[in-house]
Nanobody, 115 residues
């Protein structure tokens, strides 16, 4: 059973940056495409970006040009670099496989962007 542990969240002013990490225990990380998801209060969880096992990335329009996903397969870790943060980026951020979240969700990491 793969466990996911997200970290790196915090409180930041609008325009600031954060780098999130998601460490996966167990096998299977290297062959799976991974995604970063987020869930704001009162909203559904949404997928904000993905990265294939080979490093190809894609993003939703709302974060394109501001967020960058990367991965280190040797460390079983995927990263989310978030720049030019906006208050609407406030959410709990999670990682999981794509397509579909095959593994149990981690606890997520809270990102709060103040205006």
């Amino acid at each position: 059973q793969v466990q996911l542990v997200e970290s790196g969240g915090g409180l930041v002013q609008a325009g600031g940056s954060l780098r999130l990490s998601c460490a996966a225990s167990g096998s299977g990380f290297r062959i799976n495409a991974m995604g970063w998801y987020r869930q704001a209060p009162g909203k559904w969880r949404e997928l904000v970006g993905t990265i294939t096992s080979g490093g190809r990335t894609s993003y939703v329009d709302s974060v394109k040009g501001r967020f960058t996903i990367s991965r280190d397969n040797a460390k079983n870790t995927v990263y989310l670099q978030m720049n030019s943060l906006k208050p609407e980026d406030t959410a709990v951020y999670y990682c999981n496989t794509v397509p579909g979240a095959l593994w149990s969700w981690g606890q997520g990491t809270q990102v709060t962007v103040s205006s």
